[in-house]
């Protein structure tokens, strides 16, 4: 037996001991209540739930039935059995509770569907006599209900459901629930749903064979459905390759030798699959098998057209291989950067990894054609996406080294929520390094591959000040102040957990450095930036950060060198580069006090600007934050279009293609393209495949009759206790569940710490006050927590991170229960995470399929989803979670989005024009524009004018077409009462931005109105 095959053995007992706890299973005598302990499998009085009069909100909070829906194949005199299974609890004359049952009984129903009444009761008496048989006490009425349901133009449905009719008082029953229920049919032909809630796809089956009303379904066999309370899905691990031939060699080793041979196995491998899979011969085959309708066929032609466009990109790239020797050495050279960065945890790319780097090449080269195409990656959380993004930054990277690019940024990766990118920095700064020593030791010329990280609300500084205010925290004279900024857990150089800080007053910088001795790169400060002013002095190789900090273009003259060349360079070695001047820095240096005068740059200032601007998870990019970006997205284009001749190429990824190439068109202005593309069924592709081992199971337990925030407690103390008596007990637990003893040790690393998931604070905040006083684990012990939510300060989420990886050695003194928020659903990348209760279904499903993602990346994963059942979303969800889960991401909500929005200019017009101030008139004027009086001087030589202005926005914003006029009127507005304000002589205005007729410019993206998403369609 290996490890992973245990792994999935020990989630299927904890999942045990929660279904079993939740139920009452394995008990026969309480001291409690049962009805206040047990909140799965239990059915209510049905006179209790009228009399609440919450209608069915309150059927699905305490429900008195539960059974199921089908649909009949005939339509005439139906015959079949239905086993009915319960248990009670009643309370004896010692005080304690004792469990009678189960009772089992078949009653057997004949049922004219054309009889005029529609619904039906069956087996009361046998029922009830059972009951009282069990417990010698009468009372209990369960009865087996039919309906016969029509509807207009569609087959007759069945519905066949277990009630406890037992009224709501009965003196001798102290207890008239009833416990474990479950009912089974057995002998009914029935024809399928199909889910209403998804379109017909040629690839994905629709078909649900029936639905449970108030419980789950398992079909058994054909024609045998039984409720169950624990509804379920799987989730196979995925194989990257599914040709029928061995894969070939792609280790970063054989790539950075020789990448043409297996480069050209990976065609030749994909065309034949192709073949097989997308010939029109194949589709005709699979249309007759799978009876496909003409408009799924022509999807599926259509989908096949993609593929061939898919396949001629990757022979492109790899022709440019062939015949562009200075591209070929720098894809040798990234495989050899990225064999360094990995230092063994993997040795070379997944096939669609590959495919995407030889695809993009053409990215790197070709800055005319290919930056009007945004390419977006779509692949399974956890795949690698991020690895791949470095391999093609680490092959521009070098390229822009190979061919005179001696400084500036090549790519510029933003992620949508603050303090998401910690995990993913280091990832960058991993493979930095390695293209840095790769850099070394061939000798290329140009500064060190470096990495900045600029992120938005305090999280890092903005910069550091000589004498700060008492309220400023980032004081240099501070010894503490330099460990509240650190970043990176490890060298990116030796992959130590050697880090130090400091902050170096000679050179004003705020510095990492590595403590080993072995380390290739020494004691010097790593190249590694997390100042925003550090970050315009150096323009480290790669920018990662937050969205927000976009709108900081309009404010701050030094963000020119994010788009374009700097003003110069400062003659004093370690100061960086230079911006325009103001008072407090006359020559443009940045560094406090500076009077050094400024240098001429040493490469062409077109060289300057980005080759890709990288976008991660870009369908959070929606609503007003997506609106408000698309603004600043076309003035990031503009002004580097303007400065450097040329765009960047667009990368990103998504959880969804729910409307990318309309989301796209509105953030980008360009063309979408999608890879990989997923294979012709969900089961068969060439990038990847199910496998048959599990990766994740997903458990959906609707608490009844108890609060959500009980089931939750008793959820996590069970999951808590559980790990503990394996680690007081491991041999009989060991021999239940048919494990060895050796693999004791890992189970309890790899499961040992939960995930507690919330959509709000408000309801995180109660888990972890219950944390404190309901979860207990032992006498006078509870369980060990921390957070991970957008409010925490930005060193506590490092620390709770580094104590995730690298826990102590005693369980005890471990994190036992993370809560954490939407903050943790990007980029959290933790093997020792593997277990989540979700409280509550999440507004949308790309969060629930993201935040599910954190958990069983390399071992196999549980989620308990604890459903509001109150809410109507989530009683849809579980009413079809199988499918949600299978097809999650087709019920990924359309991303609304528009540029056209009025409220949105006025929000951003101001700072799209001090921007264009900042980073083109002011180079232009030579001297500083940060006031009226010199905004005026400038303006009366001729040098800015209202037309070249409007002009310049209405192409920035490509308002060219009539659905445009209304925001191009506006536009036109705001240009005249700005410059009627800067022609003002009597006017009070000193700033450029006092001249703004709606107000100063946005600080960060996120000066938005919060949007809360409302979705109106129902599921199934």
């Not at 249309?287 to 259509?302: C, F, I, L, Y």
């Not at 030579?926 to 800015?944: H, P």
């Amino acid at each position: 037996m290996e490890i992973y095959e245990a792994a999935e053995r020990f989630i299927g007992w904890m999942e045990r001991r929660v279904v079993t706890a939740a139920r009452g299973d394995n008990f026969q005598e309480l001291d409690v209540e049962p009805s206040g302990k047990f909140w799965l499998g239990r059915l209510a009085s049905e006179e209790y739930v009228e009399l609440n009069k919450l209608g069915e909100r309150g059927e699905r909070l305490a429900p008195c039935a539960i059974g199921i829906r089908l649909r009949p194949m005939g339509q005439g005199h139906l015959r079949f059995s239905v086993k009915v299974s319960f248990s009670v609890w009643l309370k004896e004359d010692d005080g304690r509770w004792r469990k009678h049952g189960p009772v089992n009984e078949t009653i057997s129903v004949s049922l004219p569907l054309d009889d005029e009444t529609r619904e039906k009761t069956f087996g009361r008496d046998i029922l009830a006599q059972a009951a009282t048989r069990a417990t010698g006490e009468a009372g209990y009425m369960p009865e087996i209900r039919t309906e016969v349901v029509s509807l207009p133009g569609a087959p007759d449905e069945l519905v066949v459901s277990l009630v406890n009719a037992t009224p709501k008082e009965v003196a001798a029953l102290s207890d008239v629930n009833l416990f474990e229920c479950w009912i089974e049919i057995d002998g009914i032909e029935t024809t399928p749903y199909a889910l209403e809630a998804l379109p017909d796809s040629f690839r994905y089956n629709r078909d649900i064979p029936a639905y449970g009303i108030n419980c789950g379904i398992e079909t058994r066999s054909p024609g045998v459905f039984r409720t169950t309370d624990v509804v379920s899905a799987e989730k196979s691990r995925p194989q990257y390759w599914s040709a029928p031939t061995d894969q070939p060699d792609f280790s970063f080793e054989t790539l950075s030798t020789n990448p043409l041979i297996p480069a050209r196995a990976l065609l030749e491998a994909l065309s034949a699959w192709g073949e097989a899979s997308w010939s029109a011969e194949s589709l005709d085959e699979r249309q007759h098998v799978h009876e496909w309708t003409s408009e799924m066929r022509s999807q599926a032609d259509g989908e096949a057209n993609q593929f061939k466009h898919e396949l001629d990109r990757l022979r492109e790239g790899i022709e440019l291989l062939e015949t562009d020797a200075t591209l070929e050495r720098a894809f040798r050279l990234a495989n050899r950067s990225i064999k360094y960065s990995s230092s063994g945890k993997y040795e070379g790319w997944r096939p669609f990894q590959l495919a995407f780097l030889l695809s993009n090449l053409s990215s790197i080269v070709d800055s005319k054609q290919e930056p009007e195409t945004a390419d977006i990656v779509w692949f399974a959380t956890g795949g690698g996406k991020t690895e791949t993004y470095l391999g093609l930054i680490v092959t521009a990277a070098l390229y822009d080294r190979l061919t005179g690019k001696l400084s500036g940024v090549t790519a510029w990766s933003r992620f949508p929520l603050r303090m998401l990118s910690l995990q993913q920095t280091q990832r960058f700064a991993d493979a930095i390094a390695g293209a840095e020593l790769v850099r070394r030791e061939e000798n290329i010329p140009g500064d060190p591959f470096s990495v900045g990280f600029l992120v938005g609300q305090g999280a890092t500084p903005n910069r550091v000040r000589p004498d700060p205010p008492a309220s400023d925290p980032v004081d240099p004279d501070d010894p503490n102040m330099p460990a509240r900024y650190q970043v990176l857990s490890k060298c990116p150089f030796c992959h130590q957990d050697s880090i130090q800080m400091g902050f170096n007053r000679r050179s004003w910088k705020l510095d990492h450095r590595c403590t080993n001795d072995t380390c290739a790169w020494g004691h010097n400060a790593l190249p590694f930036y997390v100042v925003d002013e550090e970050i315009y002095r150096f323009l480290p190789t790669v920018i990662v950060g937050t969205l927000d900090k976009a709108a900081s273009i309009s404010m701050q003259a030094a963000m020119r060198g994010l788009v374009g060349a700097p003003a110069g360079k400062c003659s004093i070695q370690g100061h960086g580069y230079t911006y325009a001047p103001r008072s407090s820095r006359p020559k443009g240096c940045l560094v406090p006090g500076c009077r050094a005068e400024s240098e001429a740059l040493d490469q062409a200032p077109e060289r300057f600007g980005p080759t890709f601007r990288l976008q991660d998870e870009l369908h959070l990019l929606r609503d007003s934050l997506g609106a408000v970006d698309s603004h600043y997205e076309a003035l990031y284009d503009d002004l580097q279009q303007s400065i450097c001749g040329r765009k960047p190429k667009i990368l990103a990824s998504s959880a969804t293609l729910t409307g990318y190439e309309k989301q796209v068109d509105v953030l980008y202005r360009r063309k979408a393209r999608v890879f990989p593309l997923p294979g012709p069924s969900t089961d068969e592709g060439f990038w990847t495949s199910a496998s048959n081992k599990l990766m994740r199971r997903y458990v959906s337990l609707a608490p009844r009759g108890v609060t959500l925030e009980y089931a939750v407690d008793r959820t996590l103390t069970e999951l808590q206790l559980a790990i503990r008596e394996f680690i007081d007990n491991p041999g009989p637990i060991c021999d239940e569940i048919g494990i060895e003893r050796r693999f004791v040790d890992q189970l309890i690393l790899i499961y040992g710490t939960d995930v507690v998931y919330g959509n709000n604070l408000r309801d995180l905040d109660a888990v972890m006050r219950s944390l404190e006083t309901q979860v207990r684990v032992g006498e006078d012990k509870t369980v060990k927590t921390a957070s991970l939510t957008s409010k925490l300060p930005f060193d506590e989420v490092r620390k709770t991170l580094s104590r995730l990886e690298q826990p102590e050695t005693d369980f005890e003194d471990r994190l036992h229960v993370i809560t954490a928020s939407s903050m943790m659903s990007h980029g959290v990348d933790i093997e020792r995470l593997n277990k989540m209760v979700m409280l509550g279904l999440p507004l949308g499903t790309a969060e629930f399929i993201q935040a599910t993602a954190r958990v069983g990346r390399t071992w196999p994963g549980l989620v308990i989803v604890i459903p509001k059942m109150a809410r109507e979303r989530d009683a849809g969800v579980y009413r079809s979670f199988g499918k949600f889960v299978e097809q999650g991401d087709r019920f990924v909500e359309p991303i609304p989005i528009t540029r056209r929005s009025k409220r949105v200019l006025e929000r951003t017009v101001s700072g799209l024009e001090l921007a264009r101030i900042l980073a083109i008139h002011e180079p232009e004027a030579n001297g500083s524009l940060t006031t009226v009086a010199k905004l005026r001087e400038f303006e009366a030589k001729g040098d800015i004018t209202r037309e070249h202005e409007l002009s310049s926005l209405v192409r920035m914003l490509q308002l060219s077409e009539a659905l445009d006029l209304p925001l191009k009127n506006e536009l036109e507005a705001w240009i005249d009462d700005f410059f009627h304000n800067l022609r003002d002589p009597g006017g009070t205005f000193r700033y450029p931005s006092d001249l703004s007729p709606t107000g100063d410019p946005m600080l960060s993206l996120r000066d938005v109105e919060e949007q809360v998403p409302v979705y109106g369609e129902e599921l199934g």
